[in-house]
Nanobody, 122 residues
Framework: QVQLVESGGGLVQAGGSLRLSCAPSRRTFSPYAMGWFRQAPGKEREFVAA????????YFADSVKGRFTISRDNAKNTVSLQMNSLKPEDTAVYYC???????????????WGQGTQVTVSS
């Protein structure tokens, strides 16, 4: 069992930046690919970004490409989502997830965090 804890959410003005972090509460997550998803009020949870186990492969949703970056430090047991040029439509609860492969589909991820709120004001 892997428990994930997200941090770094908050309120930011449009055009600003936030950095989200995710860390396991117990075991290392170096054997897992990691993903970030988000869910806005009244909408389905959607894929944001994913990174392979060694960090060599990354994927991004078209809506965040060029603005968000994902990285991981297996020695420090953290994965981060750097979000720049934030827009009001980025407002959502952001979740990190761990699974066997860096893919865009939610059901491929076995473990999920509780989420952290990101609010972007216009």
């Amino acid at each position: 069992q892997v428990q994930l804890v997200e941090s770094g959410g908050g309120l930011v003005q449009a055009g600003g930046s936030l950095r989200l972090s995710c860390a396991p509460s117990r075991r290392t997550f170096s054997p897992y690919a990691m993903g970030w998803f988000r869910q806005a009020p009244g909408k389905e949870r959607e894929f944001v970004a994913a990174i392979s186990r060694n960090g060599g492969i990354t994927y991004f949703a078209d809506s965040v490409k060029g603005r968000f970056t994902i990285s991981r430090d297996n020695a420090k047991n953290t994965v981060s989502l750097q979000m720049n040029s934030l827009k009001p439509e980025d407002t959502a609860v952001y979740y990190c997830a761990a699974g066997p492969a860096a893919v865009t589909t939610m059901r491929a991820y076995e473990y999920w965090g509780q989420g952290t709120q990101v609010t972007v004001s216009s």
